[in-house]
């Protein structure tokens, strides 16, 4: 009963995705860092929203530069205007701030991590869920999945991160991987779902406290990701934006360049930048 249950479950929603679908094509504006707001089925979903001005949080790496190192391209108003989904990976400054709470919504849908609902409650958020790993939402299929977020001390000391994929009969998917290095568990990941858009957090942010230890994908993760998945296309951002990266726009170019990667596999936006998605 159970399996028929799920069955016709499936079958509804595929039909109502259908049914629901706006016709406009989606797309994906970068922001900022990792902020982004994505058009999909007809819904305008916020990433990450890290509103801060220019250099509110001062050095994370202790160089002289302060984070965020730019402004936004776009007033934080206007990015929160018309929203009506929200997803958050975690909420590390640089990608939940306090900053995005004045101006968001309360009632719009929030998807976040299980660890991190009572701090969306404790802020006033209503309609709140932090799905084990899949929930639908209107005409929306969500996955909630893990983004390892570093290695070792530095990966206990950094807690959870996830990561998300988008599906929808007449979309593209979307897998958001988040705040991730590369591992063999991601791979199979994304051979898994087969996504048409992967979105990479690309800077090779680094901290102090650990030298040389990855928080997330740079130049050469990046690579070998590409190399190591022949679909899709890749979207790379969290570049240019915290002054602990290690990886810059103009490097990660640079290098995918020298090691061969096409261009046609991936798309380095700039900040405000809109990318026209196609399933």
């Known amino acids: ?51 801060a001005p220019k250099g509110a949080f001062g050095s994370w790496a202790g160089k002289g530069q302060k984070t965020p190192m730019v402004d936004l391209p776009i007033p934080a108003e206007k990015i929160a205007d018309g929203i009506d989904l929200m997803l958050v990976t975690h909420t590390h400054l640089d990608h939940f701030d306090e ?5 968001l919504d309360k009632n719009i849908h929030v998807v976040a991590q299980p660890e991190e609902k009572q701090y969306f409650k404790h802020r006033d958020f209503q309609n709140i869920e932090a799905p084990a790993d899949t929930t639908y939402w209107d005409n929306i299929m969500i996955v909630r ?17 996830s990561g998300y994929v988008l599906e929808n009969s007449m979309e593209p998917t979307i897998y958001i991987l988040g705040d991730a290095i590369l ?8 051979e898994k779902y087969h996504p048409d858009y992967i979105v990479v957090n690309s800077a090779g942010a680094e901290l102090p406290k650990y030298p040389g230890v990855k928080l997330i994908m740079g130049e050469r993760q990046v690579a070998e990701l590409i190399n190591k998945i022949p679909f899709g296309k890749f979207i790379l951002v969290h570049l240019d934006a915290v002054d602990h990266a290690t990886t810059s726009r103009q490097s990660l170019k640079k290098y995918l360049d020298e090691v061969g990667i096409p261009s046609s596999r991936y798309i380095i936006p700039a900040d405000g930048e809109i990318v026209r998605l196609n399933k």
């Open 1 to 51: 009963m159970r399996r028929i249950l799920s069955t016709l479950f499936a079958a509804v929603f595929c039909l109502c995705a259908f049914a629901q679908n706006s016709g406009k094509p989606a797309e994906i504006r970068l922001v900022r860092n990792a902020t982004m707001v994505i058009d999909y089925a007809g819904h305008k979903i916020l990433i990450d929203p890290m509103f």
């Open 99 to 103: 900053y995005a709470v004045p101006v």
């Open 145 to 161: 999945t893990k983004a390892q977020h570093g290695t070792g001390q530095l990966l206990e000391d950094m807690g959870a991160a």
């Open 183 to 190: 591992t063999s568990e991601l791979i199979q990941e994304i």
